[in-house]
Each structure stands twice: as C-alpha cells, then as structure tokens.
C-alpha cells in the first residue's frame, strides 16, 4: 500500500505556503498526486428591516464573490508554491468547509490538514473542523503541525488502545511509518495485564513485518490524555499515530478525552483514523 493522492485543506484565511510545502514533501515522497483544496461560504445576513431581503442578497453575495475572488488568488499561489514538483489539482467549493472536505475525501489516499485552534472549530463558514473530518471522511488525516513546512518522521509514536480505531489507524500509516527511523508503540493502562502487553507485542510484530523498526512502552497511570502527552515529548515523537474517537451528539461531534487532547497538540504531526 502507499499514497497515490493527497488532499490537502487549505485555510481561506491563513497563510497556504507551510501546508502546501509540508503536503508538497509529503507527496514528493510518495510520487502521489497533489490536490490542493478551499472550501468556504458566507452567512446569509439577517434583515434588520422591512425592505431588507433585498439588501441582504445583495451583501450575502458581495460576500460569496469575494470568497470566488480569493480562490483564485489561491489557486495561483499554489501552483507557485509546487512549481511542478509533483502533478497536481485544484478543487474549491463555495460551501461549508467540513462538509465539502468530507465530500471530497472519496477522491483520495490520504487528507492533510492544519489545526490552528486545536480541538476548537473556529469559523465553521471558513475553517474545516478537523476532529469532524476524521470521524466522518472514510480515510486517514494527517493533522500537520502549526507552521511546519516540512515532513519529519525521525520518531514516530504509535498511541495503541485495542480497539477497531487504533487497528485502522495502524494499518493506515504503514506507508508513512515506514519513513520513520523509530517506531514507538505507547500504551496507557492503570494496572496493565498480560492481555495488553500481548497487544503491544503483536502490533510490534505487525510493524516489523513491514519493515518498520518499532518497540513498545507500557505506561502505568489512570490518566490518559496527561501521561500520553509526557510520554510523547519525553520519546521526541515528530509523528504521533492514533484512532480518532468520538460520535454525534445533537449534530455536533464530541470528542474522546485522548482524541481532543491530540488535536489541541498543535505542536504535533497526527495521524488518525476512525
């Protein structure tokens, strides 16, 4: 298995060079396709008088030709920023940035994307909420770290709970594991059994079969979401491997505890799969 085609999300608002530099690399490696995407909509203003529909249309579409005028200045940008480094393809959509990356997930290996404000959603008209994506594309998302230009895979940490997530998200980031110099498998228990420790040491197996040289880590503590977070800064981890857990919830996604505490790593590569 490898990465054929990358989707990478890019801000309306933000500045696309680090993403599109990180997601350029990211490609180069795997000779894969590169598409870039922004997605973005504007509110409909409510009228304030009698006469105010019309007065309303007329702003909300100023407003969505406005988003029309910056997709292209985008769209030039990142052909600039790739300059033919690998072959790629523009996609923008005057939507709800969430629901129109989801939508375009089926054309892609892999999703890359940022996270500036971690866990939160920010404007849902202009930001695409990461944690919702996940839970909802059908495939991986590598959330890149706040500002990096560039992949670095020196120490890569594989957050292992046995459960039908983290199974996937392994299995998923094989390709990318296997640019890692280390692999490390991090369990948390509160008092872990023979039962967790086979687990470890079978997705060690997994790994080594692939060719990816990895170990494991039990950690004994109650607190998941603290001792994962040292556990990940004391091993230097460039890249951190996990399920995404979550479900819906009066049509909002609430996170799992380690899920939203991943996303708030801003500081971090992430890779998830739900």
């Known amino acids: 298995m490898s990465y054929k085609s990358i989707l990478v999300n890019l801000d309306i608002d933000s ?68 300059a033919g480094a690998v072959p790629l393809e523009w996609r923008e959509a005057l939507g709800g940035p969430t629901r129109s990356l989801v939508s375009l997930a089926r054309l892609a290996d892999l999703i890359v994307t940022g996270a500036s404000e971690g866990a939160a959603t920010g404007d849902i008209y202009r ?19 706040a500002g990096v230009g560039h992949v670095r895979t020196n120490i890569a940490a594989v957050a292992w709970k046995d459960t039908h997530e983290a199974r996937r998200a392994v299995a998923d980031a094989v390709p990318l594991l296997k640019l890692a110099d280390e692999v490390v498998v991090l369990t948390i228990a509160d008092d872990p059994d023979d039962w967790i420790q086979a687990g470890v040491t079978d997705v060690v197996a997994f790994l080594t079969r692939h060719g990816i040289k990895a170990r494991s880590e039990i950690i004994n503590a109650n607190d998941e979401g603290e001792r994962l977070t040292e556990a990940l800064l004391s091993c230097n981890a460039d890249l951190v491997v996990s399920g995404a857990y979550g479900h819906s919830r009066f049509k909002e996604w609430v996170f799992g505890g380690i899920t939203r505490s991943l996303l708030d790593e801003t500081g971090l590569n992430r890779f998830m799969s739900s």
Request: overall charge negative.
């Open 127 to 145: 930001v695409a909420d990461p944690g919702s994506v996940v839970l909802q594309a059908g495939r991986p998302v590598l959330i890149a770290a």
């Open 15 to 82: 500045s696309i060079a680090p993403l599109a530099t990180f997601a350029t690399d990211l490609a180069s490696r795997f000779e894969a396709k590169l598409v870039g995407f922004c997605a973005a909509d504007a509110p409909f203003p409510a009228a304030m008088a009698p006469d105010g529909g019309a007065v309303a249309m007329e702003i909300w579409q100023e407003q969505r030709d406005a988003i029309e005028c910056r997709f292209k200045k985008l769209h030039a940008e990142f052909e600039k920023l790739v």
